[in-house]
């Protein structure tokens, strides 16, 4: 369990909207169930907006209850659906998306998705004092101002557990794997799938990775014996389907490495019980942050206690890769 805030309430609500933007991730259910049910307990209506901001701008609108939000906790994907909505970059999209919020007498939003979402929820706070909330969930976790993001522990299992089928394949025929996953252009969802798989070796956009030294340790540890199959994971690194070409060139090198795009399966599946308990307290405490009176804010975790970081500082600012990620993957691979 996570330490949690004193909370004072200094203000009230009487109707908000959550929606849930960008690439999915699970946890994104329980989360939405998390802050149904704390917002009904303040006798706060909460309506759900179907599509991210796109079906904001299309009036999707849910009054969601206590009852329209069970048997959500265990189910992957987003019950709201979520959508990505370049036009929200316009201001014009966005003062509409303000008047259907007022139209509506929504007092408030919480946005829950990766930092293109947030920063949607920052302009509508800045351009119309609207107050907003937003939750990390992206299985990148690649936010600034939180150590975990909803879906990021899950898409490393459903990663660990596609390795462990193709290390069997790759025992049995002596072979290595450059196995890609997702993050975008972050390294973490790679080095933590690649730390808990046992992979020989990972390739992240923080590093530069030599292909020639690749493939020569690969064939060096042939020769002595240290090991004749084996996995690389691979970060897509913005550039999905790179995996292909990296294989290509190995095989120039003499080796004859295999290719497994894990892809968007990566971004499906039941949320374990890590993702739900962060959605259930992050969802909860969003609620509470609100009535506190904090707004323009991201509820997440830093060092085990849920924390709150203006939104300015979450989409301006960049989250490094942890030294000691690297360094414990370097030690391993002796
Ligand atoms: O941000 C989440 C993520 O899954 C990234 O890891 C990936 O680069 C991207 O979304 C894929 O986006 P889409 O589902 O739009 O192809």
């Known amino acids: 369990m996570y330490q949690l805030p004193q909370y004072s309430h200094i203000t009230s609500f009487s109707k908000v909207a959550i929606l849930t933007s960008g690439g999915d991730s699970p946890g994104m259910n329980p989360a939405i ?20 901001y796109a079906g904001l701008l299309n009036e999707e609108f849910e009054t969601l209850n206590s009852k329209s939000v069970s048997g959500l906790c265990h189910r992957g994907g987003t019950y709201l659906k979520s959508a990505r909505c370049l036009e929200f970059h316009e201001a014009a999209t966005r003062q509409r998306a303000f008047d259907i919020l007022s139209k509506h007498g929504i007092e408030a939003l919480i946005v ?8 949607g929820a920052h302009e509508l706070y800045q351009e119309f004092s609207i107050p907003v909330i937003g939750l990390p969930g992206t299985i990148d976790n690649d936010i600034y101002g939180t150590d975990d993001s909803i879906g ?3 898409a490393v299992t459903t990663a660990v557990e596609g390795i462990d089928k193709i290390s069997d394949t790759a025992y049995s025929h002596d072979r290595h794997f450059l196995v890609e996953v997702m993050g975008r252009n972050y390294g973490l969802l790679a080095c933590h799938v690649a730390i808990a798989a046992g992979a020989e070796m990972v390739i992240v956009p923080e590093h530069q990775s030599d292909i020639t030294d ?29 995996s292909n070409q990296l294989s290509e060139e190995m095989r120039q090198l003499g080796e004859d490495p295999r290719v497994c795009v894990l892809g968007h399966l990566q971004r499906g599946g039941k949320p374990t019980a890590h993702d739900r308990l962060l959605a259930a307290t992050l969802g909860n405490c969003a609620i509470h942050t609100l009535l506190e009176g904090k707004t323009d804010v991201m509820v997440g975790v830093t060092k085990g206690a849920v924390s709150t970081t203006p939104l300015e500082a979450v989409i ?15 030690e391993l691979q002796h």
């Open 152 to 154: 990021f522990d899950t």
């Open 214 to 242: 690749i493939s020569q340790q690969l064939a060096q540890r042939r020769k002595e014996g240290i090991g004749s199959s084996g996995i690389i994971v691979v970060a897509e690194a913005g550039k999905s389907g790179w």
């Open 316 to 330: 301006t600012q960049k989250k490094g890769l942890p030294v000691e990620v690297m360094d414990l993957i370097n």
């Open 33 to 52: 169930r998390a802050l149904v049910r704390t917002a009904t307990s303040f006798g706060i209506e909460v309506i759900g907006i179907h599509r991210g």
């Open 112 to 119: 829950i998705g990766g930092d293109g979402s947030l920063s």
